[in-house]
């Protein structure tokens, strides 16, 4: 399996031959998916939020995901769980998609973009999970305190962190510093890509920071 960064929350998933790529941004965000990483098999939307939903940025013709239930997809099984965000008074209920993806013998999970710390029952839905893939820089999502709990409850092997500010993202996301002075470690060397398989997976867990593969616009 390898996984790349695009920007944001958007990153693909390759197994194989086929690929997944989760919350497709707009080109409004600063940054363009560059050939390589343009195409899917396979498409999650963790909500109908813009710069998480902009699915005709995508070359083929792949399978949309949007919102709970059970799917097989190019060889993947994967789950949608959906958790609540806060919603303003009188407004209709917003929500946010967890994807748990397995493929290769791995479990891999990406959490959207919530904005509430998750409930027990919710991290108990994630099941054992390989690789947790989180948002920890979200101008509307949960604090890097709350990053850090989930972590400490998922016990992943491999933390990827995702929707943090970067060079071309013009959104409103915060620095990863202050998920990095939470979690207790150091800011490890950036990689382009992170090769996995199930026989390699860390003992550990490891914090793995991947550099975002978008083109500046």
């Known amino acids: 399996m390898e996984i790349t960064w695009i920007g944001h929350a958007s990153l693909r998933i390759r197994s194989g031959n086929k690929s997944l790529i989760s919350d497709p941004f707009p080109p409004s965000l600063g940054l363009n998916y560059p050939p390589a990483v343009s195409q899917s098999d396979v498409l999650t939307l963790s909500s109908s939020d813009a710069l998480h939903s902009a699915h005709e940025v995508i070359n083929g013709k792949p399978v949309v995901l949007e919102g709970p ?81 989930i972590i400490n409850s998922a016990s992943p092997k491999v933390i990827i962190p995702m929707l943090y500010a970067h060079s071309g993202n013009k959104s409103a996301a915060r620095p990863i510093d202050p998920f990095i002075q939470e979690y207790g470690g150091k800011l490890p060397e950036s990689q382009a890509r992170y090769s996995i398989t199930k026989n390699n997976l860390p003992e550990e867990a490891t914090l793995v920071i991947l550099e975002p593969s978008g083109t500046l616009l």
């Open 69 to 149: 239930g059970e799917y097989e997809a190019s060889g993947m099984h994967i789950r949608g769980i959906r958790t609540t965000r806060r919603t303003p008074e009188n407004e209709p209920q917003l929500w946010n998609t967890i994807y748990v993806i397995e493929t290769e013998g791995l479990v891999v999970c990406h959490l959207g973009n919530p904005d509430i710390l998750l409930t027990n029952k919710e991290i108990d839905d994630l099941g054992s999970t390989d690789i947790l893939i989180l948002p920890v820089g979200s101008d509307s999502g949960i604090s890097a305190g709350d990053c850090v709990e």
